[in-house]
């Protein structure tokens, strides 16, 4: 199986290919480069790798939420590749990429990924590790403020993860003695999309791309305003 991830949800922009059970990934933490270094990161991991666009199985994208210029930048890049390769597409959740990054590292099964989403307001969703180490959500990916995630929190106890845990120092203080640990300096990864996706590869869970759509959870971005 060979898979090329694509993400910049975050303030990193971030590719990881998987062939032949191997990865190759880059990653660069200048959120106003995105656009000029996610194609040459692309090229670039091909090029290590030694494998051609056409030879990818799938092209697999962060697709929210976060932010929204860096969603949106993330599907375009990825729906032109596959366009032009004619291949489908695997959307995946950055708070899964979130939770995901973090499943390995502890015995605690619940994870609570936390995005900020400015205004005062948090992405967040709760995940549960499986055996197979893989996290699934237990609900839907929520849009709140702080005390709205604190009144929603799973049973303690529980790992948290996401720059959002860092931004809002209230909300890691109300929730002070639920964490089995915290990380709240990690960033969505594409090399943690690849470890989501082939399960849903082999599912059939592809899009053609000009069916993939950021995932932004505030509804008004895609309004446009009224005159």
Known sequence: MKLLAIDAAATACSVALLADNRICEREALEARAQSDLLLPMVDAVLAEAGVRLHDLDALVVGRGPGSFTGVRLAVGVAQ????????????VSDLAMLAQGVAGSYACEHIVACMDARMDEVYWCTFIRGANGLVTATHAER???????????PPAPFVGVG????RHERLRARLAGSFAALEPARLPHARDALALAPPLWRAGATLAPEQVLPVYLRDEVATPPRT
Do not use: F, M, R
């Open 80 to 91: 032109g590749l596959a366009y032009g390769a004619d291949l489908p597409v695997i959307p």
């Open 143 to 153: 849009l709140g403020t702080p005390d709205s995630l604190v009144a929603a929190a």
């Open 163 to 166: 720059e959002g845990w860092g």
